[in-house]
């Protein structure tokens, strides 16, 4: 996992990683706002992204040049292209140690909010393209869990539970060995039984 991050040139926090953000316009509403940003940020316009509003964040301390209040948004999608403005970069998230204000703390609220999302919801299959191998899917979860996944329990698991997965009736050979079957992202939001990561 990664997450969009420019080093701080200037003081308080000169040198650190910090998230990317900006300013809501005056007829814009906050998912419009959020959109946009990571548009202008990432260079994605149109792209793939689930966005949804994580937290809001406005403690008093939280930047010292003046009172803040953030509205965080948890974007999700499959391989990115590198941003196009070039002070911006895709970071690991493990090795975002050290960030400016309470940007970890954002991040890490970020992590969580997607590790929980893909027990219950049909979220891991926006990290995949519009079609996929069970394989593919796998390795998100493994990748936003932090462990790796028997893939014939995991594969029984997401093939069983209803309106996740639609098969395309294609098969590919582009993980390597023998064909494997495509499928696309079921109907289904939530996720019966869930994908319990214990």
Not at 5 to 18: C, I, L
């Amino acid at each position: 996992m990664s997450a969009l991050v420019w080093r701080r040139d200037n003081p308080p926090y000169e040198g650190r990683w910090a998230l990317s953000g900006g300013f809501i316009q005056l007829e814009e509403d906050l998912p419009a706002a959020a959109a946009r940003v990571l548009a202008e940020r990432a260079g994605l316009p149109g792209a793939p992204v689930h966005l949804e509003q994580l937290q809001t964040y406005g403690y008093p301390d939280r930047d010292p040049r003046q009172r803040v209040v953030s509205v965080a948004y948890l974007g999700l999608a499959p391989d990115l292209p590198a941003p196009t403005e070039a002070h911006m970069s895709w970071q690991p998230v493990a090795s975002l140690t050290s960030m400016a204000f309470d940007h970890r703390r954002i991040m890490l609220d970020g992590v969580e909010r997607a590790r929980a999302k893909l027990e219950y919801t049909s979220l891991g299959a926006a990290f995949c393209p519009s079609e996929f191998t069970v394989a593919e899917l796998r390795r998100v979860y493994e990748i936003v869990w932090g462990r790796p996944l028997d893939p014939r329990n995991f594969h029984r698991k997401v093939t069983k539970t209803e309106g996740f997965l639609m098969p395309t009736g294609r098969t590919t050979t582009r993980d390597g060995g023998r064909p494997a079957m495509l499928h696309r992202r079921g109907p289904a939001v939530l996720l019966h039984p869930p994908m319990l990561r214990v």
